[in-house]
């Protein structure tokens, strides 16, 4: 469930208004779940994104988030946010929120996973994404 959260983000950020450059890009994230103390950190991953790459996301993600349906998609320029629901074996619907730069982004994802309650409560994911231009790609 985890990687599906961050694949959207990274999609999103990725797939935002042309003035996103293409280049080496490093990108973080966190997910805070209920019933856990501290977030869990992914390391930092380093991806070259083409121009391509840039206008076709999907070819970004692998498998993760491609059983994903997004809507309600607003564009301002500097912020994309959405609604997006996901299938699998668990299936989840949330919204998020990216704002970015040519340079950067950062951003958010709320995604509640159908039928899974723990403690009397929806599991509710809490994904935070940043992410910085490092330059051309190698």
């Known amino acids: 469930m985890r990687a599906v959260a961050i694949a959207v983000l990274v999609s999103f950020a990725a797939s935002a208004h042309a003035d996103v450059q ?6 973080s994230a ?16 380093t991806r070259c ?7 076709d996301p999907t070819r970004l993600l692998g498998q993760s988030a491609r ?13 994309l946010s959405f609604d997006v629901a996901c299938k699998g074996q668990v299936p989840m619907k949330g919204s998020g929120s990216v704002r970015y730069g040519k340079d950067s982004f950062e951003g958010g994802l709320d995604l509640t996973a159908e039928g899974v309650v723990i403690g009397g409560q929806a599991l509710v994911m809490k994904s935070r994404i940043s992410g910085r231009r490092l330059g051309p790609c190698a």
């Open 22 to 27: 293409p280049g080496n890009w490093e990108v």
């Open 30 to 45: 966190t997910t805070q779940v209920p019933g856990s103390d501290k977030p869990m950190t992914m390391t930092p991953v």
């Open 49 to 55: 994104v083409s121009a391509e790459d840039a206008k």
């Open 67 to 79: 059983s994903c349906e997004f809507s309600n998609r607003r564009d301002t320029g500097s912020t």
